[in-house]
């Protein structure tokens, strides 16, 4: 018998600017450097329950959900939802990294690009977008990161028609990968989106996007395994740039069939108290065994946003990476 969990959400409106509070010998340390708030499958809170199976689904699940749509179809948005705060809600709670999965429908002759997990969303892409850089006008001091990843279904057309959108909307708002992303640099330049795209040619082409950022994705069912992968990834050491350590669990058949009455929240929210303990144990910092963004799901739940953020105050004084033989070493908030 499982457990009962707190499965309420609640969102925090303390955070819409916390980049723009955060003291000033901060200001010329690398975003890549400072502990950064993220979500996963950023908008699965609005996935289409009448939408079909999208295009990247096994033949087994399209299959099953064809001939079984009224079992099948409620057990995929259950265990597809990672999130139920709105794209807006999250960012005035205070995310600042957005996990974009895009696609486009198959057989749909329109241009138009949706977000997907496993299910497309009932939003377009080029809605969404819009949203953000409303949001970025009346928060001029801070900085947000897309994550554009997957592309189901995208050809190069669409591709190049993706890319025209962002840069129509953001234009001089999109921060070129030569630039050295300090928060001083940003403001001075009014830089506010950081655009990562994992189509490595259109990377190659465009000046404004960045190259994909690396996810740790730990593929655990169990929260011990997660940290117990998140360790392992550390101790090999955090890429030079932007990544991602995603706090993330992930079901697979079994444990959906042993949970019959289970559901993604659920496998959630209790993992996060050993999660929320994780989290408060990291550094910031260039230092091999650092963090840089930390996203999950379901992010108005449980104080997550700010127990990331407030990693940040531990720069205030030399920066300590707890790292394999880096005994009582220390270094300046300044360094990058």
Known sequence: MEAPVQTSIHQCHENGQWMSQLPEKLWDVPLYNLALPGSHDTMTYCLDKTSTVSGNESKLVKFLNKCMPCIVHPIIMKWSTTQVLTVMEQLEAGVRYLDFRIAHKANDPSMNLYFVHMVYTTVTVQDILWEVLRWLETHPQEVVILACRNFDGL??????????????????????????????TLWQHGHQVIVSYEEDVAVEEHCELWPAIPYWWGNKTATRALIQYLERMKRMGRPEKFFVAGINLTENLRYILVHPFGSLKKMTLQSLPCLKIWIKQQYPGPKKECINIIAGDFIGNDDFVKDVIELNTKINTPLRCQSKGAGTNTISSSTS
């Open 155 to 184: 050809t190069r057309r669409l591709h190049c028609h993706l890319i025209s959108c962002i840069k129509e909307i953001f234009q001089c708002k999109l921060c070129p990968r030569n630039v050295v992303p300090t928060l001083r």
